[in-house]
């Protein structure tokens, strides 16, 4: 089976750039989070959704990230415009089963190292 | 918020040694999950626990829900050149809004 599916693996852009990262969940999978990975902060959550739905982006740095969920089998997160400070590698990870927000049995993606200069 | 507390930053260890990890919290949780991440990839799951007390093996690894619910104990027996990767502890607490917070990580080294 394929695991989470996330692309690109490696972005490099330049300041004030717009940056799309894509994430395709396990089938079957009812939950998707977003995660941010640096040296400094380790594994941070940045949102997550339940049935397509944000249930909290409490995590999302600030108004210049935005992420979407239009169906069960793909999801987006956009970072407009970029900062040379969220270069990092951004994973997404997916579970299933009753929601608890939790996300016990997390599923993650090869990442997407992002490279902003 | 949570915090979760792994150290040292990192290990390095001879193959074939055994070496444990611990991980500790603030707070009281009632998960604890053990991740490793290889170079390049994402963290895969090790062994997850739901009980306080729990002591739980996948293969050569063997991990425990501390007592008190604050800690949490990984161990890996035999060593070899493959478990060379980093370590994250991760758990949740009570509650319905918890969220899964993970530890900084271990960085393992081993030795041929």
């Known amino acids: 089976d394929a695991g989470v599916i996330q692309s690109p693996r490696h972005e490099v852009t330049e300041m004030g750039q717009e940056v799309t990262l894509r994430c395709k969940p396990i089938s079957g999978h009812n939950s998707l989070f977003w995660y941010r990975q640096t040296m400094m902060r380790g594994l941070e959550l940045l949102i997550y959704f339940n049935n397509n739905v944000p249930i909290d982006d409490s995590g999302m740095p600030e108004d210049r990230f935005s992420a979407k969920m239009p169906n069960a089998s793909f999801s987006t997160l956009k970072i407009q415009p970029s900062e040379p400070r969220d270069s990092a590698v951004y994973f997404c990870a997916s579970s299933w089963g009753p929601f608890t927000g939790r996300g016990e049995k997390l599923f993650f993606g090869s990442g997407t190292q992002l490279s902003v200069l | 918020g949570q915090q979760l507390n792994q150290s040292p930053q990192s290990m390095f260890i001879q193959e074939g040694e055994d070496v444990s990890m611990n991980c500790t919290s603030s707070s009281i949780f009632n998960t604890w999950l053990w991740y490793k991440q290889d170079p390049g990839e994402g963290p895969v799951l090790l062994i997850a626990?739901?009980?306080?007390?729990e002591l739980t093996s996948n293969g050569r690894l063997t991990a425990q829900f501390g007592i008190t619910r604050k800690d949490s104990f990984l161990n890996i027996s035999a060593s070899i050149p493959s478990d060379v990767g980093i370590y994250f502890c991760?758990?949740?607490?009570?509650?319905?809004?918890?969220?899964?917070?993970f530890g900084k990580g271990i960085t393992l080294s081993v030795r041929p």
């Open positions: 991760a758990g949740s607490s009570p509650g319905a809004n918890s969220k899964l917070t």
């Open positions: 626990l739901y009980k306080a007390g």
